[in-house]
């Protein structure tokens, strides 16, 4: 079956801007969940979706937040960009829970922010 | 504060030796980790994982050890192959879900 489908894949914006980022999760798995990885920081853990409702939050600013639709795609949204938000944003799908079980990876959304 | 670490960013081993890549954690009330491999370009893919209450557990070429006396978590890769490159992520649950820093491991013949 397909895998975890992120869109889009690359992209560019400015400071002050602000971007959406879908993920489509495995057919059947009702859990997705965000991460940011960056050189500095590593993988960081942003928020988890499961049927629509925020289950589990990172530590990150308001100005991240997501949303999960009746068909289990996600979207992020990022706004008020920053220069410290570029980064590689990585979706994760999981039937039934999370984290635990496999999580499997998108091969993710890389924003560049300038 | 909370935090995963690794003893080494980067790790080269011979084709056919055993890998051994280590992990610190420092919350005491984590109960789930878990360990993932991510090949450059690609998303992380997860590997094992194992429960705190359990010291050890086995899957294909691959052992993760936990010890939680000195928090610290292993992940053991038997006959280390040239497709084990990659860097090596741990990830501890205790509440939050963190992510280490990342061990690049690099097989050489």
């Known amino acids: 079956k397909a895998g975890v489908t992120q869109t889009p894949r690359y992209l560019i914006k400015t400071r002050g801007q602000q971007v959406t980022l879908s993920c489509s999760p495995i057919?059947?798995?009702?859990?997705v969940s965000w991460y940011q990885q960056t050189p500095g920081q590593g993988l960081q853990f942003l928020f988890e979706?499961?049927?629509?409702?925020?289950?589990n939050k990172g530590n990150f600013p308001g100005r991240f937040s997501g949303r999960q639709f009746s068909n289990s795609r996600s979207e992020m949204n990022v706004s008020t960009l920053e220069l410290g938000d570029s980064a590689l944003y990585l979706c994760?799908?999981?039937?039934?829970?999370?984290?635990?079980?496999?999580?499997?990876f998108g091969e993710g959304s890389r924003l560049t922010v300038l | 504060g909370e935090s995963v670490g690794l003893h080494l960013p980067t790790l080269s081993v011979q084709e056919g030796d055993n890998s051994i890549i280590n992990c610190a954690y420092s919350?005491?009330?984590?109960?789930?980790f878990i360990w993932y491999k991510q090949e450059s370009g690609k998303g992380p893919q997860f590997i094992i994982d194992?429960?705190?209450?359990?010291d050890k557990r086995q899957g294909q070429r691959v052992t993760v050890l936990l010890n939680k006396t000195v928090k610290h978590l292993s992940l053991q890769i038997a006959a280390t192959q040239p497709g084990d490159s990659a860097v090596y992520f741990c990830?501890?649950?205790?509440?939050?879900?963190?992510f280490g820093t990342g061990t690049r491991l690099q097989v050489f013949p």
């Open positions: 994760a799908s999981s039937f039934p829970g999370f984290p635990e079980g496999e999580l499997f």
């Open positions: 057919s059947g798995h009702r859990s």
């Open positions: 979706y499961f049927s629509e409702t925020q289950r």
């Open positions: 919350n005491s009330a984590s109960d789930y």
């Open positions: 194992i429960r705190s209450n359990m």
């Open positions: 990830a501890e649950m205790g509440g939050k879900l963190i």
